[in-house]
């Protein structure tokens, strides 16, 4: 299933460096399918990370930092990578105070994001929240959506691999694992994840809890 994925993103970009290359098209048309080509190169290197990060978790002794990550600048490179890529078909809010930081991984923290994002994507997102709070000695994360949801029964089985909500699905490109590697990622930062939504068509929210980091010296 994974070589078909990359094998058919790889098709795609190849079609339209074919139809670039005779150079006939219209400057907005050109644009166009350029934007096409970066967000499947962007999905393709997304699969492939996921693929790493699947090997990697399954190696005990393999350790991921516990540094001091600022939340809100990560949040909001985020979102604006993710809008360059995606355009105007999606809405990123952040709720998120300037001086909250977790203990954690940035690059798995930015992995993380990615696959909750994608997932509500898949599921017809176009407004999402990056909020995040403090309670006591932790900080929750929440990835919020207004995309189809899921029958809240199903939420503990939705972290399994090759596990997809019964909501319909606009896209379904992936390898079915990023919710999985996820909850890896998530528990080796010594954190916890979980999804809820209040049926099917009523959006959904994926939180992650963090510990809290102390704040900066400077």
């Not at 991921?64 to 990578?81: Q, Y």
């Not at 995040?132 to 809240?152: H, I, K, Y």
Request: glycine residues 10%.
């Amino acid at each position: 299933m994974t070589q078909r994925c990359a094998q058919s993103g790889g098709s795609r970009i190849k079609a339209v460096l074919d139809t670039l290359k005779d150079g006939r098209m219209p400057a907005d048309q050109q644009t166009l399918l350029v934007t096409m080509a970066l967000r499947e190169a962007e999905r393709e290197e997304h699969l492939i990370q996921n693929l790493l990060l699947a090997q990697r978790l399954r190696l005990p002794n393999q350790q991921f930092a516990r540094e001091r990550v600022a939340l809100r600048p990560l949040l909001e490179r985020f979102a604006a990578h993710r809008t360059e890529i995606l355009g105007e078909s999606v809405t990123f809010a952040i709720e998120c105070p300037a001086e909250m930081a977790v203990t954690g991984d940035a690059t798995a923290g930015w992995t993380v994001l990615e696959n909750l994002v994608d997932n509500a994507l898949k599921y017809g997102a176009k407004t999402i929240a990056l909020a995040a709070r403090a309670t006591a000695e932790r900080v929750t994360l929440e990835v919020r959506d207004d995309g189809s949801g899921f029958d809240p029964a199903s939420a503990a089985g939705l972290f399994e691999p090759f596990v997809r909500s019964q909501g319909p699905q606009v896209g379904k490109h992936g390898t079915g694992l990023g919710l999985s590697i996820s909850r890896g990622l998530v528990e080796r930062m010594g954190g916890t994840i979980a999804a809820r939504s209040g049926g099917v068509g009523m959006g959904a929210t994926l939180s992650v809890v963090l510990r809290s980091a102390e704040p900066s010296a400077s």
